[in-house]
């Protein structure tokens, strides 16, 4: 999978959808997908995906680190990119999904973590933080 972690210097990008294995009905998240096109990479779909889902394109792309989601039980591996360098660019937008854009404010960055209970979230924001501070 890859994720991708959409920042325009006042506000960083998440998505708000229901994951009916959790219960939960508006878990916040990075935007993400799956590396399920023929022969995309992780920087493909992740381009791909930021438009889909959030409606953007980036001007820069960084990766940013590359997790197994949960050694004791899959070998699937998350990509985790930076983007930056923002811009309008509507992608193809995936029938069955309910996904509500949101932006946060970096300036709240501590709590908009807090408020998250995905790990490829979490580390994504967490690695945001960590470069915004130093």
Do not use: N
């Not at 792309?61 to 899959?74: I, K, P, R, V």
Request: charged content about 30%; proline content about 4%; overall charge negative.
């Amino acid at each position: 999978s890859v994720a991708i972690v959409a920042h325009d210097d006042e506000h960083v990008w998440l998505v708000r959808q229901p994951r009916e294995a959790t219960g939960d009905p508006d878990l916040l998240e990075l935007p993400a997908g799956k590396l399920d096109e023929e022969g995309e990479g992780p920087l493909e779909c992740g381009v791909r995906e930021l438009a889909e889902e959030i409606g953007k394109a980036a001007a820069s792309w960084e990766h940013l680190t590359t997790y197994f989601t949960s050694a004791g039980f899959t070998d699937e591996q998350c990509h985790v990119y930076l983007a930056t360098g923002l811009s309008d660019r509507p992608g193809q937008r995936v029938e069955d999904e309910r996904i509500d854009i949101e932006p946060h404010a970096l300036a709240a960055l501590d709590a908009t973590i807090a408020e998250c209970h995905d790990a490829k979230t979490i580390i994504g924001l967490q690695m945001l933080r960590a470069r915004l501070a130093g």
